[in-house]
Each structure stands twice: as C-alpha cells, then as structure tokens.
C-alpha cells in the first residue's frame, strides 16, 4: 500500500519555475515531488510554497499544524527548508535552531521524519555576495548533527549534483530530475519502501 509523505519546503519544492516572468511553476511532471509522486510507493503531498522560511512565528506554526491534521493520518514527513531564511538575512546557526524547535514539534505527530539539506547556492542573480554561497553550503553539517541528535533520517542534497538556474538558488528541469533520483532512496530508507 501507498505511503502517504508530506513534502514541506519552499519554492524548489513547490516546483518554482525562475524562468517564467513573475514566477511560473514547472509542470507537474517536471517537478520532484510529481515524479515521486507518480511512484506507486509513494503518494506525495505537495506542501511547498514560494519564500517559504523554517516556520517558526506563531502564525506560521499555526498553518503549518492545520495543513498536516487535514492530511492526516501521514507515514512521514521530508522537510527541505532554510534557503530563504539566509536569503533574509539569517544566520546558519540561526536557521538551525528555527528547524531544531520545527523538529521537535514535528515529532509530536509520530510519523518518521526526512531532514534534507538544501544544495548549496551558487553564484547568480540572486546570490551576488560569496558570504551566501558560504552560509547555505554549512546548512549540511548543522542539519546532519541536528538529525543525528534526534535520531532522524538525513539527507545532504548538495551531494546530489543538483544543477541550479541563473539564479543561483532554483532547480532547473534537469536538476528536478536528478533530485527525484536521488531522493528515492533517502524516502526509501527513511519511510520503508
């Protein structure tokens, strides 16, 4: 039978297509989630959106909560985040602590938990200063010990080869594609085949 996973994340989740003027979507079958979700394994709940940050505002944790009891009951939950907390200003260490406080609250729903390390920025017309591109590529270390602490599956996307737009911060088609591939097996592992 099926497993129902919730996908939470930000624009590269919701499928952000940064070619398209005022922020087009990828279709359906472009997008990673899609292609998971056309897997007979899996059925993918799609909760990505556009500037999405680490939910951490008692308004944003609010939404969160009632998006996930309305799918409920879930099999797990991937969560891909934190791209847009440094794009705003914020720390490394401050995005991770936003996603350890998300993780525990998240536990509390008891459904297995997926951390996925965003690929890294590079340069483009979105990320002009090399400080970003050094923040996001340290997300991975912060979110590995955060996932072994609380005994979670994790997954370092920047050891995809994931290929990013102009931008410097969105998958292109390729990228999704690649993305799908290997997150796979991190569902795999995570929520049993």
């Given amino acids: 039978m099926a497993k129902q996973i919730v996908c939470i994340g930000d624009s590269n989740t919701w499928g952000y297509d940064p070619r398209g003027f005022g922020?087009?979507?990828?279709?359906?079958?472009?997008?990673w989630t899609a292609q998971l979700d056309s897997l007979p394994q899996w059925v993918i709940h799609n909760l990505g959106e556009n500037g999405r940050e680490i939910p951490h505002s008692a308004f944003a944790l609010r939404l969160l909560g009632?998006?996930?009891?309305?799918l409920a009951p879930l099999d797990g939950m991937c969560l891909m985040l934190g791209s847009n907390d440094l794009l705003c200003g914020a720390s490394p260490a401050a995005a991770a602590a936003r996603m350890e406080d998300l993780?525990?609250?998240?536990?509390?729903?008891?459904a297995p938990l997926l951390l996925i390390a965003p690929p890294p920025f590079c340069p483009g017309t979105w990320v002009a200063e090399e400080q970003l591109t050094h923040a996001s590529a340290q997300l991975a270390g912060l979110y590995r010990t955060l996932a072994q602490d609380k005994a979670i599956a994790f997954a370092d996307a920047g050891a995809w080869d994931i290929p990013l737009a102009f931008d410097?911060?969105?998958?292109?088609?390729e990228g999704h594609r690649r993305f799908a591939e290997q997150a796979q097996a991190a569902f795999a592992q995570a929520f049993g085949a």
């Fill in 66 to 70: 009632q998006q996930l009891e309305a």
């Fill in 23 to 31: 922020g087009g979507r990828y279709p359906a079958a472009v997008r």
């Fill in 168 to 173: 410097g911060v969105h998958f292109t088609e």
């Fill in 103 to 110: 993780l525990d609250r998240l536990g509390a729903y008891g």
